[in-house]
């Protein structure tokens, strides 16, 4: 068959090479369409009951994640330049696109009672500059006599204010946050640098937006570098400008049927899909290093140019369609898992490894057809660091077979140590520096109020006016008690803070009057409250109530702890709650950004895990299928276990933590090291089956198919290890443990393998 395809190919060279130059211009002119997703990674499945708890929360209270926090600690504040320049600042974020309101201690609205027409009016502190320090002085006295806002907008004890801007939901989930975010910070600092004094940026919006866009930019940037280190790497192992160009046109080609078949399928390109390209330069430069060293070979050999490409496509085109094969199947597991991210993941990576196996297969044997044949020697092939070295390999192996099996199961054993301390966590803002700037802004925010991301708890009562019930309003006031004497969360708001500030107006704007009203100033509040609007506010009884106030919304920020310690923070706040409200009465439900993330990076690490289980499955019945001999299946799959544990060993011995960039190295990592196993036993086989023992198919296997496969590593092995440069946690372990597993995978295939040959598949036939 594979002869009849090699035949077909070569007799149809030209129809082909046009034929694939055009679609893969016309998935290119697609592939500039490819949108970058602004909105959060669709990880958790529909209807998962976190994301309906999630959904249901956003319809009646909003995104809940739309706050842009500006923080700063100073004696000044009240100095009447400072405050004035303050409230300036205010008005200019007011002015900027996407922000809707912006609230500060002056600009904070004061409830006044307006007995005629019984409703609270809601002025701002200030609607202009103070003119004296005196009219200053008064207004710090009446702002700081309201207790609505201590630990929300400023914390007495250590000078420490903010200023917090709501953006518009459409901006947070589009390209215009970028601009929203950069303009704040960059009207923002004008103030900072007038004053010499730093401020603090954080909250959701500002997390997304400079993750997001750092994480593009790194991107775009090691995509770059890794087609520039691939093209150098093979301008200088081949020592020729063709051999380094033709593979580099494979690798573009790849890159543009990718961002073509995203395009196509509808979808955009998230963190997951981002991770795609690198991939496929990954794995179309192995492809053309074994056609390419193949062709060399069978030309030395008998300098026929038409039955080299022949015994190309047949004998390596078998060969890259298993090896193609594993690794489509290593990545399109994904797209059986429920997580939407995932799915698209799988799809996109499993379809474009294909296609890449097809435009390797035909499009550098064509190439190669065209050009003048080469020398019947080749300098890269004779007497070269690499040859030399694999020369050497054979007679130690033969000489310490037993060894090297000992020494890798005392390895594997050691491993499993560092197995059992892998441990999974993640964190909202995970993977930048901790000396950055944006890290140690959250930390401060973190430090002084408590933490900015979102945690919200919604308390059904099950019936209409439920949550202004008294009795109802006494318990959400004990759930706050709980929130604010744990350290790991901000000052909670609710109704019920909104009915202490409402009382205190009532009764003149005394500070003592700031309590729970009784059954009886209840009513006369809300009704004043339902008759209330504040500028850019809503009403504070629908800012934390549902419609027919049958919910009441308890609402707080946290600290980023991590996916690790969400668990034991969720189980104590339940049981706290649960001791003060009838749970199975009334439906408590948790949700934001923190619980969102915890369960999201849960469902992404469980599904990557059995993704890579249900890959090694799959990988195992292909290799099955083409050696057809249960001892070859098990020869197979030992040097490919140890690279892995190898990378979970140092994981855990290192204490990296398991999260979707980690662990999407062991896919990566499974599917180059079974290349390597399959080209070199795929060898080993033909040699035998052309009836030669097990020694001398061991020995041309490391001569031949070892160049090839040492080529790949180097070449892999640096794509990879610029990522290392990253200034993100996830993306410099991606660099930096897949180009570790690649030097131990082909080490184990190299050595460890042969050994295993030896020893096991008759190895006292022949001579050394």
Same mark, same amino acid.
């Given at each position: 068959?594979?002869?009849?395809?090699?035949?077909?190919?070569?007799?149809?060279?030209?129809?082909?090479?046009?034929?694939?130059?055009?679609?893969?211009?016309?998935?290119?002119?697609?592939?500039?369409?490819?949108?970058?997703?602004?909105?959060?990674?669709?990880?958790?499945?529909?209807?998962?009951?976190?994301?309906?708890?999630?959904?249901?929360?956003?319809?009646?209270?909003?995104?809940?994640?739309?706050?842009?926090?500006?923080?700063?600690?100073?004696?000044?504040?009240?100095?009447?330049?400072?405050?004035?320049?303050?409230?300036?600042?205010?008005?200019?974020?007011?002015?900027?696109?996407?922000?809707?309101?912006?609230?500060?201690?002056?600009?904070?609205?004061?409830?006044?009672?307006?007995?005629?027409?019984?409703?609270?009016?809601?002025?701002?502190?200030?609607?202009?500059?103070?003119?004296?320090?005196?009219?200053?002085?008064?207004?710090?006295?009446?702002?700081?006599?309201?207790?609505?806002?201590?630990?929300?907008?400023?914390?007495?004890?250590?000078?420490?204010?903010?200023?917090?801007?709501?953006?518009?939901?459409?901006?947070?989930?589009?390209?215009?946050?970028?601009?929203?975010?950069?303009?704040?910070?960059?009207?923002?600092?004008?103030?900072?640098?007038?004053?010499?004094?730093?401020?603090?940026?954080?909250?959701?919006?500002?997390?997304?937006?400079?993750?997001?866009?750092?994480?593009?930019?790194?991107?775009?940037?090691?995509?770059?570098?890794?087609?520039?280190?691939?093209?150098?790497?093979?301008?200088?192992?081949?020592?020729?400008?063709?051999?380094?160009?033709?593979?580099?046109?494979?690798?573009?080609?790849?890159?543009?049927?990718?961002?073509?078949?995203?395009?196509?399928?509808?979808?955009?390109?998230?963190?997951?899909?981002?991770?795609?390209?690198?991939?496929?330069?990954?794995?179309?430069?192995?492809?053309?290093?074994?056609?390419?060293?193949?062709?060399?070979?069978?030309?030395?050999?008998?300098?026929?140019?038409?039955?080299?490409?022949?015994?190309?496509?047949?004998?390596?085109?078998?060969?890259?369609?298993?090896?193609?094969?594993?690794?489509?199947?290593?990545?399109?597991?994904?797209?059986?898992?429920?997580?939407?991210?995932?799915?698209?993941?799988?799809?996109?990576?499993?379809?474009?490894?294909?296609?890449?196996?097809?435009?390797?297969?035909?499009?550098?044997?064509?190439?190669?057809?065209?050009?003048?044949?080469?020398?019947?020697? @080749?300098?890269?092939?004779?007497?070269?660091?690499?040859?030399?070295?694999?020369?050497?390999?054979?007679?130690?192996?033969?000489?310490?077979?037993?060894?090297?099996?000992?020494?890798?199961?005392?390895?594997?054993?050691?491993?499993?140590?560092?197995?059992?301390?892998?441990?999974?966590?993640?964190?909202?803002?995970?993977?930048?520096?901790?000396?950055?700037? @944006?890290?140690?802004?959250?930390?401060?925010?973190?430090?002084?109020?408590?933490?900015?991301?979102?945690?919200?708890?919604?308390?059904?009562?099950?019936?209409?006016?439920?949550?202004?019930?008294?009795?109802?309003?006494?318990?959400?006031?004990?759930?706050?008690?709980?929130?604010?004497?744990?350290?790991?969360?901000?000052?909670?708001?609710?109704?019920?803070?909104?009915?202490?500030?409402?009382?205190?107006?009532?009764?003149?704007?005394?500070?003592?009057?700031?309590?729970?009203?009784?059954?009886?100033?209840?009513?006369?509040?809300?009704?004043?409250?339902?008759?209330?609007?504040?500028?850019?506010?809503?009403?504070?009884?629908?800012?934390?109530?549902?419609?027919?106030?049958?919910?009441?919304?308890?609402?707080?920020?946290?600290?980023?702890?991590?996916?690790?310690?969400?668990?034991?923070?969720?189980?104590?706040?339940?049981?706290?709650?649960?001791?003060?409200?009838?749970?199975?009465?009334?439906?408590?439900?948790?949700?934001?950004?923190?619980?969102?993330?915890?369960?999201?990076?849960?469902?992404?690490?469980?599904?990557?895990?059995?993704?890579?289980?249900?890959?090694?499955?799959?990988?195992?019945?292909?290799?099955?299928?083409?050696?057809?001999?249960?001892?070859?299946?098990?020869?197979?799959?030992?040097?490919?276990?140890?690279?892995?544990?190898?990378?979970?060993?140092?994981?855990?011995?290192?204490?990296?933590?398991?999260?979707?960039?980690?662990?999407?190295?062991?896919?990566?990592?499974?599917?180059?090291?079974?290349?390597?196993?399959?080209?070199?036993?795929?060898?080993?086989?033909?040699?035998?089956?052309?009836?030669?023992?097990?020694?001398?198919?061991?020995?041309?296997?490391?001569?031949?198919?070892?160049?090839?496969?040492?080529?790949?590593?180097?070449?892999?092995?640096?794509?990879?290890?610029?990522?290392?440069?990253?200034?993100?946690?996830?993306?410099?372990?991606?660099?930096?443990?897949?180009?570790?597993?690649?030097?131990?995978?082909?080490?184990?295939?190299?050595?460890?393998?042969?050994?295993?040959?030896?020893?096991?598949?008759?190895?006292?036939?022949?001579?050394?």
């Amino acid at each position: 068959m594979w002869l009849k395809i090699a035949r077909f190919i070569l007799n149809n060279r030209l129809v082909l090479l046009i034929a694939i130059t055009a679609l893969v211009l016309l998935m290119a002119f697609i592939g500039k369409d490819a949108k970058i997703a602004y909105s959060s990674a669709k990880i958790v499945p529909s209807d998962h009951p976190k994301f309906i708890e999630h959904q249901q929360f956003k319809e009646k209270f909003g995104e809940g994640g739309n706050i842009f926090f500006i923080g700063l600690q100073t004696d000044r504040f009240f100095n009447l330049d400072f405050f004035n320049d303050w409230y300036e600042l205010g008005e200019q974020c007011k002015k900027i696109e996407g922000v809707e309101a912006v609230i500060s201690l002056a600009t904070a609205p004061i409830i006044e009672k307006d007995t005629v027409n019984k409703k609270f009016d809601m002025p701002p502190a200030i609607t202009g500059k103070i003119g004296t320090q005196q009219e200053l002085d008064s207004l710090k006295t009446k702002l700081l006599a309201l207790p609505f806002y201590e630990n929300i907008l400023y914390k007495k004890e250590d000078s420490t204010f903010l200023m917090a801007l709501n953006i518009n939901n459409d901006f947070i989930n589009s390209e215009r946050r970028f601009a929203v975010s950069e303009e704040i910070v960059a009207t923002a600092e004008g103030f900072s640098q007038k004053y010499n004094i730093p401020l603090r940026y954080s909250g959701m919006p500002y997390i997304r937006a400079v993750t997001a866009k750092r994480v593009n930019a790194e991107l775009e940037l090691f995509l770059i570098l890794s087609i520039i280190a691939a093209a150098v790497l093979l301008l200088l192992l081949f020592r020729s400008f063709q051999a380094m160009f033709f593979p580099m046109l494979i690798v573009l080609g790849g890159i543009a049927f990718t961002m073509g078949t995203i395009v196509l399928l509808g979808y955009e390109i998230t963190m997951l899909i981002g991770l795609i390209p690198p991939v496929i330069v990954a794995i179309s430069v192995p492809n053309c290093v074994y056609l390419i060293n193949r062709y060399y070979r069978e030309m030395e050999k008998h300098g026929n140019k038409e039955q080299a490409l022949e015994q190309v496509i047949q004998r390596i085109g078998y060969v890259i369609f298993y090896a193609n094969l594993t690794t489509a199947i290593g990545f399109s597991v994904f797209s059986l898992m429920r997580s939407e991210s995932l799915r698209e993941f799988g799809i996109v990576a499993g379809i474009n490894i294909a296609v890449l196996f097809f435009t390797s297969l035909v499009i550098i044997p064509v190439i190669l057809s065209f050009l003048p044949a080469p020398k019947r020697k @080749h300098k890269h092939l004779q007497n070269n660091i690499f040859t030399k070295l694999l020369a050497k390999i054979f007679p130690f192996v033969a000489a310490n077979r037993w060894k090297v099996i000992g020494i890798s199961l005392v390895l594997l054993l050691l491993a499993i140590g560092g197995i059992i301390q892998l441990e999974s966590k993640s964190y909202i803002f995970d993977d930048v520096s901790k000396n950055s700037t @944006h890290y140690t802004d959250l930390k401060f925010f973190e430090s002084k109020f408590n933490g900015v991301i979102p945690f919200d708890v919604m308390v059904n009562t099950g019936k209409k006016n439920g949550a202004t019930k008294s009795s109802i309003l006494k318990r959400v006031e004990k759930i706050q008690g709980i929130f604010t004497k744990d350290s790991l969360f901000a000052r909670p708001m609710s109704l019920v803070e909104g009915l202490k500030f409402a009382k205190q107006a009532y009764f003149s704007g005394l500070p003592k009057y700031y309590d729970l009203p009784s059954q009886y100033d209840k009513n006369f509040i809300l009704s004043y409250l339902s008759n209330t609007k504040g500028e850019g506010t809503g009403t504070l009884v629908n800012s934390f109530t549902d419609s027919t106030k049958q919910i009441v919304r308890i609402s707080t920020q946290m600290a980023d702890v991590g996916t690790h310690e969400i668990p034991t923070v969720l189980d104590s706040i339940q049981s706290k709650v649960a001791a003060v409200i009838d749970t199975s009465r009334y439906k408590v439900s948790y949700t934001g950004s923190t619980i969102m993330a915890y369960v999201g990076n849960k469902f992404l690490i469980e599904g990557l895990i059995q993704s890579v289980l249900l890959a090694f499955a799959l990988i195992a019945l292909v290799i099955a299928f083409i050696f057809r001999q249960p001892k070859m299946l098990l020869i197979a799959f030992i040097p490919n276990i140890i690279p892995l544990a190898f990378t979970a060993a140092l994981m855990g011995y290192s204490g990296i933590y398991l999260k979707p960039a980690t662990v999407l190295i062991f896919s990566v990592a499974l599917g180059i090291s079974v290349d390597f196993t399959i080209h070199f036993l795929a060898k080993y086989r033909q040699e035998r089956l052309s009836g030669r023992n097990s020694t001398t198919a061991i020995q041309k296997a490391i001569n031949e198919t070892g160049l090839s496969m040492t080529y790949t590593a180097i070449i892999l092995f640096f794509g990879f290890i610029i990522f290392t440069a990253s200034s993100f946690q996830g993306t410099f372990y991606l660099g930096i443990l897949t180009s570790t597993t690649i030097i131990v995978a082909i080490v184990a295939n190299l050595v460890l393998l042969p050994s295993i040959l030896l020893a096991f598949d008759g190895g006292g036939e022949g001579s050394v």
